[in-house]
């Protein structure tokens, strides 16, 4: 798979795998080992299949709400060194109708690997 350079486009390309319910496409957009950290604690992901796996499992309890765009918004990025950036952001979904879905913060510590972008931790915001 080939990734946008900017963190912008590669959390844009992010979000499109999540919408298209790929816990596998999800996945590779990690490096590993990896790590979530949620309001119920910290998600070790030692691989690729760890990973789908976890992700299979968000995606599963929420198959109908993510068939809709779950657009980047409120997107700030700070450079963290030369090949890393911490980017917060909030990822906001809506219904065809306009019914609110959800809106979650999150803030992914991203690192240039020489061959794009990965995600290095993901802190879910409560």
């Given at each position: 798979m080939t990734f946008p350079?900017?963190?912008?486009?590669?959390?844009?390309a992010y979000g499109?795998?999540?919408?298209?319910?790929e816990p596998e496409g999800i996945a590779s957009f990690y490096e590993f080992p990896a790590m979530v950290v949620t309001p119920g604690g910290v998600v070790h992901l030692a691989d690729a299949?760890?990973?789908a796996g976890h992700f299979g499992r968000i995606v599963a309890?929420?198959?109908?709400?993510?068939?809709h765009p779950w657009p980047v918004t409120d997107?700030?990025?700070q450079e963290a060194g030369g090949h890393a950036?911490?980017?917060s952001l909030r990822w906001v979904?809506?219904?065809?109708?306009?019914?609110p879905l959800g809106d979650h913060a999150h803030t992914y510590l991203l690192a240039d690997t020489?061959?794009?972008w990965r995600i290095l931790a993901d802190v879910v915001h409560a």
């Amino acid at each position: 798979m080939t990734f946008p350079s900017e963190p912008a486009g590669f959390l844009d390309a992010y979000g499109d795998a999540w919408q298209r319910r790929e816990p596998e496409g999800i996945a590779s957009f990690y490096e590993f080992p990896a790590m979530v950290v949620t309001p119920g604690g910290v998600v070790h992901l030692a691989d690729a299949g760890e990973a789908a796996g976890h992700f299979g499992r968000i995606v599963a309890a929420n198959w109908d709400d993510l068939a809709h765009p779950w657009p980047v918004t409120d997107l700030q990025l700070q450079e963290a060194g030369g090949h890393a950036v911490l980017a917060s952001l909030r990822w906001v979904g809506r219904a065809p109708d306009g019914t609110p879905l959800g809106d979650h913060a999150h803030t992914y510590l991203l690192a240039d690997t020489g061959s794009g972008w990965r995600i290095l931790a993901d802190v879910v915001h409560a």
